[in-house]
C-alpha cells in the first residue's frame, strides 16, 4: 500500500475497450456553427452493474438517481457522454430509443420489448463553440453514437482526441479531447477510464509545461520532454492569458470500468475515488463551473476474493483486491486526462483559437504518437 | 481559471491560525506503552459555520450527522481531531464538558449554562503503535487538548509535526506528522488547513523522491533539491518495502477553515473540494484502509461578494469568490501534508522504525527549517 504503482502494465488497447464487452461509440456534429457530439459506452446484453458520483459544482446529467444503490434498477445497457450542455441531454433519447428496438433495458411486462432501458448520462458544457448557439446534439447523434458502438469489434479501438462528447471540448485554454487509458492488475483484473477533458481548470503544470497528470504514468507511457524554456514561455503566453475570456462552463466526464464483479455500492465507492485522477490531472477541479462526473462500471467477469468466514473483519482478501482496484482507477482516469490532451488538435473555435497542447510544445510532444 | 496559482502569498503563520479567531491546542499522550494524542481547533465563543465530508472507507467519527446543512445546529465551538480509532472518541467527552462548564454550545434553554455542544470529531487508527493496544485518548487527554487552544494567543503558532493527533501518525512507510498552511487570496480572504497525516498511501513520489504535494507550493514554501541517486535508492529501501508490514488502518484527516463568510452548504463544499488536495498530495488516498476526512470551518469575518440582482443566475462575482477558496482550500491541504510529513522526526514504534523523510533524505531537505 505504501506505493501506489505496483507491477502494473496497460491492457492491449490501453483503452476503456480492454474491459471486454464494453464498446464505445462516437458521433460528432460539425460544421454549420455546430462544434459538438456524443460518446456512448455500451455494455453487452444484460447489462452492467453501474453507480455514479457527481462532483462538479454545475453538473448536468439523466437518470443518476437511478444509480443510487438503494434504488430499484441493478444494471444498464449503456452510457451517455454527450455536449450540448443541458439541452444535450435529449440525444440520450436516441440511445433510448436504439435499446428498445433491440429489446434491452429493465424488464417491466412478460413480453420481450415491454422494456425501459435506463440510460444514464451526463453533459458537458459546448454551447456557441462552433458559432451557433442552438447546435446541439439531439436524438439522432444519440443513436448514431450507439449504433457505432454496437458495430465495433469486442476489444477493438477507442478513438481520442476531437471526437464524440469532446469534440467541442476545451481544456483551461488549450483544446480538449477525449482519452483512454487502461490497466490490468496482478492477478489479471483489468481497469479502464475513458473521459471527456473539458475542464474549467489546467491539465498542464505552469511550471514546467508537462501535464499534471503524467505523476500516474506507466513507464514509458508518455514520452514527453521538458520543453525547452523559450517553448515554454511562447506557449504560456498562449493559454495562460489573464486576459483571454475563459469559457463560463465546463466539465470534465469520466467512465471507469473493470471486469471484477462490484456490488453497485461497491461501484460506487470506484466511482468516487476515480474523482482522485480528476484532482491528480486537472488543477482546479470539481469547480463551480465544471459539473465533473464519474460513471463507474462493473462487467462481473471476474469474481473478486471472497471474505472468508475465519476473518470476517479487518484487512481481508476482498478489502485488498477492492484497494488495489480503487488505486487503479484514480491513475487511469488520470493518464486518460494526459491522453485526451495530448491526442486533441487545435481547432478554430468560434469563441476563439483553441491551440492543442502539440501544436503549443512541438519539442516536447515530438515523441508522442496516439496509439488507436 | 486556466491555471489554478493565483497570486498567492501565505499568511504570517502559514498555518491555521492565520484564519483570526481559530486557535489549535494540542495534547500527547507518550511512554508507558501510549503513542498518540488529541488537536482540538477551538472557535471563537459564539462558534463557526462548519460542515464536513468523508471520503474515506474506513472513517471513525462523531457528531458529522449534525453538520448536514439540512440539520438543525447552524455553528460548533469546536472541532476535534484524535489518535486511537474509535476509542479515542471518547476523549471528546473531554471537549464537550471544558465547553459546557463555559457556558459555550447550542442553547437549549433559558440559563446561559443550559446548552450542548456539539464537537464534530474524527479519529485516526494508531492502536497499539505505542506497544499498548489499550492506550488511548481519553477525555482528561481531549480537556487538555481544548485547554491547550485557549491559553494560545490569537494568531499564535501553531506546533507541527509529531504532535496531537499525529503523535502516532503514519504515512506510507514513513513517519506522518501534523502539518499546516494558509494563504491569503487577492481581496484579502485567508483559506488555511492543518492535516493530521497517516495515510496508507505515500506522501512521497517514488519516481524523484520528492513530496507528491509541491506541487500545490507556494514560490520557494520547500526549499527541497532532487535527491542524489544514492540518497534516494537507499532511501526507498527504507520505506518502500513490500515485505514490510503496512498498517492495517491509517486515516488523512483535515480541518479546511476560511474567514470568508459562508453558509453551511457553501462549506459543505468547500470541505468536498478540499479532498483534491489529499489526491495531489497522497497516492493512493481515500482507499478502505483511510477514513480521510475533511471539516471545513467558516469564521464569517469577510462577506462575499453578492449575487446582484441584475446577473441572478451565470458567472457571477459569488460564485468567482467562490471558485478562489475552493482552489486555494485544495492547495493549502496538499501543502499542509507536506509540512507534516517534512516536521515529522523518526520514531521508533512498539510496531517497527517509522523513519521521518528528512532522515532518510538529508541532502534534499537539508534546507527545510520548521516554521512554528
Sequence with gaps: MAVATPHMTAGPRNALSDVAGLRVGHASMVGDGALTGVTVVLAPPGGVVAAVDVRGGGPGTRETDALDPRNL??????????????????????????????????????????????????????????????????????????????????????????????????????????????????????????????????????????????????????PLVPPSHNEHAAALGRFVDADAPQPPLNTTLAVVATDAALTRAQAHKLAGVAHDGMARALRPVHTLYDGDTVFALSTGARLLPAVSSETPYGVNAEAAALSAIHAAAADVVARAIVHGVLAAESVDMATGPAPSYRSLYPGAAARYRRTD
Design 73 to 222: 434498477v441493478p444494471r444498464v445497457e449503456a452510457i451517455a457522454l454527450t455536449g450540448g450542455s443541458a439541452y444535450g441531454l435529449d440525444a440520450v433519447a436516441g440511445v433510448v430509443s436504439w435499446l428498445e428496438d433491440h429489446e434491452r433495458g429493465f424488464p417491466v411486462g412478460e413480453l420481450p420489448h415491454e422494456v425501459v432501458p435506463v440510460v444514464p448520462a451526463a453533459t458537458i458544457f459546448d454551447l456557441g463553440r462552433g458559432g451557433d448557439f442552438r447546435k446541439r446534439p439531439d436524438a439522432a447523434l444519440g443513436r448514431a453514437a450507439v449504433e457505432a458502438a454496437a458495430a465495433e469489434e469486442e476489444c477493438g479501438p477507442v478513438a481520442t482526441g476531437v471526437v464524440g462528447a469532446a469534440t467541442g471540448a476545451l481544456a483551461g485554454g488549450l483544446k480538449g479531447g477525449l482519452g483512454t487509458a487502461s490497466c490490468v492488475l496482478e492477478g489479471g483484473v483489468t481497469v479502464a477510464a475513458l473521459v471527456v477533458v473539458n475542464a474549467a481548470g489546467s491539465a498542464i503544470d505552469p511550471v514546467g509545461g508537462l501535464p499534471y497528470g503524467m505523476v500516474a504514468a506507466l513507464p514509458g507511457e508518455f
